[in-house]
């Protein structure tokens, strides 16, 4: 998806992150983006929510993270890429991505409201 780089020069993308747990204020990351893949989108992070499970993920308080991490996991941007194979999402399109990921939004536990527990 991409690789961290050392400068903005090199940079495709930039965030705000840690890396480190004891680092107090975030400072600039770096990115150089790997091909889009045909079923991926690419978004342009316009506004994020921060919470203090954010807090404790920058600061490895439940978990040992891997650095850099850049904190933030409800997103809205513009659609900047599609892969070849997405049909449900054009280059210009407002989209967003919340913090249930991944869940099938079919089975029992779905249905139930509790996709956090989809296998």
């Given at each position: ?20 747990p004891k680092q107090d204020l975030p400072t ?51 659609c900047v890429a599609v892969g070849s194979k997405v049909t449900n999402f054009k ?29």
């Open positions: 998806m991409y690789t961290i780089v050392k400068t903005k020069e090199e940079a495709d993308a930039c965030a705000w992150g840690f890396h480190s600039e990351i770096f990115y150089k983006f790997n091909e889009l893949g045909e079923d991926q989108v690419r978004i342009a992070v316009e506004w994020t929510g921060l919470c203090q499970s954010d807090v404790h993920q920058a600061t490895s308080d439940w978990v040992d993270n891997t650095y850099p991490l850049v904190p933030g996991h409800e997103i809205l941007g513009t280059v210009g399109d407002k989209v967003g991505w919340g913090v249930f990921a991944h869940h099938c939004g079919k089975c029992e536990t779905c249905m139930e409201g509790n996709h956090e527990l989809c296998l």
